[in-house]
Structures are given as C-alpha cells and as structure tokens.
C-alpha cells in the first residue's frame, strides 16, 4: 500500500461526504447513536462508504466521530469504545478502494478543559486515546480529528494520537463566517499550534461553504509549511418549504479547485450538506490540473489561543515581558506561596500595554509547589491577555505541568548545552509543541568566546534537530553578562549573536538588562546596549516593557532597521496619538470600590471578588448596590467587548464564574433567602441532539443575570420540555440544537407548547438555527450567542412586567 504521507506530495486526495444524514435517511432514529450502527447495522455503514468509494472517494473516513467514551455515555455504550470503534475501521476497509486509505474519525467530547470547564487535560488524553488505542489495533491508515471548536482540546487529542499511535494526523478546527471559532481561536493561531505538535495535515471542516474555508485555509498558509485539507459545507443552510437544505450543488463545490491546489490544499472532502455526487463531481475536477506541489519555507511562530507571534528571520524583534518574575518582588513571591494570581494578572495587562509582545513566567520561589504555580499563572495571564508566553522553569515537571495548560505554542525558557538537560527538555517540547531557548552554556560554565558560545549553540541546535523539533523553533540566547564585572565580554556577547544567526540559521535572544547591574543609571546603559544587539540582528529582548528609555531605544530601532514600515508605530507612539480609557484593574488601582468590583468581573478575577464585596459591604454599601452598580456593569461590559469581538467565550465564561462567586456571597449576606429572581427559564436541547456547549454557556449567564434556570439536559422529548413547562411554571423555555436534521423537533415543542396551553415565551438558538427558521416556527425570540440570549430575554421579560 502507497504511504499516506507520500501520496499527499505525489497528489491530491479525495476525501468522503457527510455521514449522519445517510445514516438517518437509511434507519437512523432520531436521537440515536450513530456510531452503534457499526455493531447493529453495519451493512447500512458500509453501504455508505460503498457510494463514497464509487464516487470517487479515496480517503474513507469512519463512522466513529462520537466515538469517545464521553459521547458514548449518552446513549449508555461507555463500555463498548475499544469494540465500537475497531468495528469501524474493519467497515471502512471493507469498501474503501485499491490504493485508497481509512481515515479514523474523532470528534470533540462535548467538555471545556479547565479553567472554563472542569476536564484536565491529561483526562482528555486518556479519552482520546481509547479511540487511538482501536484504531491502531484495527488497522487505521491515519487519524482525522474534525470539528474541534476547542484548541486546547484538539492539543490533547493530537497529544493522545502521538502517544497511542505512529499514525499520520490530520487536525481541522471550525471557524465561523466572523473567521475565528466559538472559543476565539484565529485560522493562523490554530495552524501555529498544531504545525508545532506535528501533525501532518491542518486545515478546516463544517461552520462554512466552500468560499468560506478558501479563506480560511489562506490565512493558515500565511504561517504554516503544511499539507491543507478542505472540507467544506455544501453551501451554509437555508430554509425552503419548512426545511434546512444546504444549497451548494456539486459543480459549486469544485469552483475553487484551481486556488485550493495553488494553496498547497491535499486533501478535498466535504462535510455537512455533501453527498456522493458532491464527491463524485469534486473528483472528476482534478484530471487535467497540475497536482504538483513544493512545501513553503518553514518560519518561526509562538501562539496563543487568539494570537500569533513571529519570531527569528525577517520579522521585528520580539519584546519579551520580564516582570513575572518574583526574584526581588515580595508581593508576588506572597501570592504564590498563598496561591493567587492577581500579580500575574496584573502584570500580563501591564505589560501588553507597554509593547510586550510575549510574556516570561516564572513561578520559581521557595516554599512554592512550582508545577501548580505555574499552571495557576498560565490560566490568569491566558485569561486576560492575548500575548503568547514564555514559560520559564528549570524544573522539567514544572514545565510539563505549565504546557499542559497552555492554549498555544509557547517557548520553553530554557534548555542547555548540558545533557541532562536536553535530555529533559527537548522531548517535553516535542511532545507539547514548543519552540526552546537554549543558554549557550554546558558543564563549563558560560564560554569566554564567542567561538566557544557557538560551539554549545551548534550542540543545541542539533540536538534539538535529533528530537524532532525543527530549527525555527531554537533560539539561542549568547548570554548578557555585566559589563561591570567583565567588561570584554559584552562585546563577545555580541560578536557570539552574529555568528550564531549567520552560520547557524536561527533566531537569537537576550536578557538585555543583565548588561548594567551593579552600575548606576541602568536604563542609559541597557538601551545603548539593546540598540546595538538590535543592530546586530536580535530577535527576541527580556526586557521591562515598562522601562520608558528601553522602549524608546527599541521602537527608534526598529524604524532604523526598517521594520516599522513608514514609521507607524512610531508615530502612533510619539505622534500624539493617544489610546482609549480604559477602566483601572488590579491591587493599588486609584477608583472607588465599584469601579474596582466592575473591573474584577470584567478580568474574571474569581479568587479577588470575594475580598471586594466583603470592602464594600465592610463600606456600607447594600447588597443591591454592589450588585447593579459594580458586578453588573461588568458583566454588561463584558457583553459589549464579546460582542465586537475583543473577547471570547473563554473570558466570557471566567467572568461569568466571578460574577457567580460574588452572588453566592451577597445570599448569604441576606441570611440564606434567595434574592429576587428575575424570571425562571427552562432550557433544553431538542430530541434527537445530544450537543449542549451552546446550551451550557446560556444556562450559566442566564443565571449570572439573575434568573432562575432549569436545565433538562440533551435530547429531550417535546412532551417532558411541555409537562416540566407546565408544572415549573416558568417564564420562558429556550430550545437547542446543533443538527440540521433536528430542527424539526423544535417546531415540535412551540407547536405541542401552544397546543397544551402554555403561555410562555420560546427562544431557539443553536449552530444551524436562523431568524428566519425561528420566525418561521412561532419562536419568540432567535438568539445568535449566550449573551444576545440574555440580553432579549431580558428585554421580552421586562415588557411583560410592564
């Protein structure tokens, strides 16, 4: 059989269609579990790779998408993962073609990992790995994990792949029309992540049609080497005659083949709405096309979950925030040792704002369990800044604890030339994802020279080639050492940088401030010397962003070395322009105990609300008080950057628990009464859907709001949805779902509601609803997110009352 991974350079393959809705037209009932039928109907699976296959299809992708044990718990098969999923891969290759290739499916488990929800991550890695752990013993060519909204969840599931498996990965991610996910994650920050964990083909499935996921797939391209895959929607649904159609016909579906190949896409198979004559029509297009294909030049990136960073090769030097540090800070080193984050918190804002572009965190103090530490501080800065992050640890358990949390690509601070140390750093960095400083030092010390600086360098730099992580992803840091101790050496330091970026390729880093202790008027000689270590072709400064002189020299610089094109950020800085206001944040902020209460909800800062309410009870303040004029505001606020985009559901949902912790505290202030409700709501998702994220994060900022929720869960029938209605006797029911091919159910429940009498006021929302469908259905009201849902029930609600 021809290799997977060579046939993507030798051509382009074709991929399958859609599943589920050939699945139900063929005996699927609704609400039932589609990956059972490889045990009670696998004649009726295989009959739809058999279609797939003759269509042309030459990936074949199993019917194993909800086959975690997480998915499968629903429907009672949690026992029955290792079984359900070997079966189906045995039917895939059954009917997939004479050199064709069985795609193993896996799909998200329907959890937020922590700090959002309540999954760790090394739990994700064992649920996925049962599905690897079959696929592997059945035989699977590749992996292909789909639909994730999630990008730290798809890193445990790539983790899993690469731990259970040798198996090629494919890794797609889906992306609204606004060009992020659910969760805020951008096309480039997702190729960033998953190109740095090695998977072997990244690109995008569902959420858009084929002009859609075109756009997409370009944006990956801009940061990443790899393969592409697009699978695209046939078309976005619409409804016609009371019905979801997806309108992209299959001549539609191949009008972006000549750009998807110039793109370097390998893969082409479609998603919700396809059918095998999408797939037969997207096969017959590729004879005659020149399907050759050279892979870009690999660069060097960081991420985050919403946010690239270039590092090394042409790109303007990265400024590396260096205050999270508690070497010589008490109040930090305090909160470690007590397990707080606001330090953290408000050092990551503060140093953003200043210009870092990354951020050092160090966690290292005695008395401090440094792995918690660490993972404590990579939730608060992740939380409230986008920059990607620099974890800085010498402890290798620290280290994996602080990747494990990470949203993104970060880069490990530090390896040596010592063996020991790469022998315990490089592989972490392998397996997570992460690019590495290596100190030019060994067993030696630090070399006098820069001849023996390179040396150390070139033995990193391979032996980090050796581990598998590629060159980009070394930088070199020739060490800063004080010119007032060794005064020669400062020039070593930069002769040392020079060689290292020109014979050996890669990107460079210094700790600049280090050149000047001991002496008086250190930013005079750090910026002189950071200029000139700019010059020398630096890529990466720690420095004190907030350190005016040091800065200065660096935005001077960097429109001397012409990477400030046109001087913009220059003039921006000094031009008299001048940012926005924005609200006071942290310990010490100058404003009065509400704007401090509205500034903790707005930062999620969940273990600091409780100590403010307890100020402004302590001030006089009255529960009601505290509640409409400091935690709703912020909440309120948090509505208003969510919807324009400056935030995401992951912010969104930690202010959300903040604004619960505080409301927990003021019940009590009222003596155990529960305060006033605003309105009782009863959510549910439809029969037949067992998808409830979107469900989940509405139930919990409808309570936050101050109503009353009553959640029955998934898959619900429209005759419990009206009895709990009618017995509850509640305000307002909200409805679910995620599938086309369920959104009958909720015509079902407004009918049987209005039928039954039950005056209440109806909300749908979900991935596949639309104004129109809701309009259509007698819906009262269509919400788009959670927090327009909050926002209109509200306003229904009030108008009732008046």
Known sequence: MTDFRQALLERVLILDGAMGTLLQERGLKAGGCPEEMNLIAPQVVAGVHREYASAGAEIIVTNTFGGSRSKLAHYGLEGRVAEINARGVEIARGETPEGGFVAASIGPTGRFLEPVGDAGFDEMVEIFGEQVTAFAAAGADLITLETFLDIRELRAAVVACKEFSSLPVMALMTFDDGGRTVLGTPPEAAAVTLDALGVDVIGSNCGLGIDGIYTILEKMRSVTSLPLIAQANAGLPVLKDGQTIFPGTPGEMTAYHERLLALGVRVIGGCCGTTPEHIRAMRAALPGRDQRWTPPPRRGFLSSRGAVVPIGGLAPCAVIGERINPTGKKIYSAELRQGKTAYVRREAQDQVTAGATLLDINCGSPGVDEPLALERAVFAASGVVAAPLVL????????????????????????????????????????????????????????????????????????????????????????????????????????????????????????????????????????????????????????????????????????????????????????????????????????????????????????????????????????????????????????RRFGKNQIFLPQVMLSSETMQAAFARLKKELGGLDTASLGKILMATVEGDIHDIGKNIVCTLLENHGFEVIDLGKNVPAARIVEQARALEVDAVGLSALMTTTLAQMETTVALLRQAGVTVFTMVGGAVVTPEYAASIGADLYAADALEAVARIKELLRQKTV
Do not use: W
């Not at 930013?523 to 420095?543: H, K, N, R, V």
């Not at 704007?595 to 969940?606: C, F, K, R, Y």
């Open 392 to 639: 800085d640890s010498s402890d290798p358990v620290a280290l994996e604890r602080g990747l494990k949390a990470a949203d993104g690509k970060v880069l490990i601070n530090s390896v040596s030339g010592e063996a020991r140390s790469l022998a315990a750093i490089l592989p972490l960095a392998r397996k997570y994802g992460a690019a590495v400083i290596g100190l030019a030092l060994d067993e030696r010390g630090i070399p006098e020279t820069a001849e023996g600086r390179l040396a150390v360098a070139r033995r990193i730099v391979d032996g980090a080639v050796a581990a598998g992580l590629p060159r980009e992803d070394v930088v070199i840091d020739c060490l800063t050492l004080t010119v007032s101790a060794e005064q020669k050496r400062a020039m070593e330091t930069l002769r040392a940088l020079r060689r290292v970026k020109e014979e050996l390729g890669v990107a460079t880093v210094l700790g600049v401030s280090n050149i000047s202790f001991g002496l008086p008027a250190r930013p005079i000689l750090s910026s002189a010397f950071f200029a000139m270590a700019l010059e020398a072709g630096l890529d990466a400064a720690i420095i004190n962003p907030r350190d005016e002189r040091m800065m200065d020299a660096f935005r001077a610089a960097m429109v001397l070395l012409g990477h400030d094109q046109r001087a913009e950020a220059y003039i921006a800085e000094y031009g008299g322009l001048t940012a926005a206001p924005t609200l006071p944040q942290g310990e010490g902020a100058e404003c009065g105990i509400r704007e401090q209460l509205t500034a903790a909800i707005i930062e999620g800062d969940s273990e600091g609300i409780l100590p403010l309410v307890e100020k402004a009870l302590a001030e006089g303040l009255s529960t009601l008080e505290i509640s409409n004029e400091g935690l709703l505001p912020g909440l309120e606020e948090v509505g």
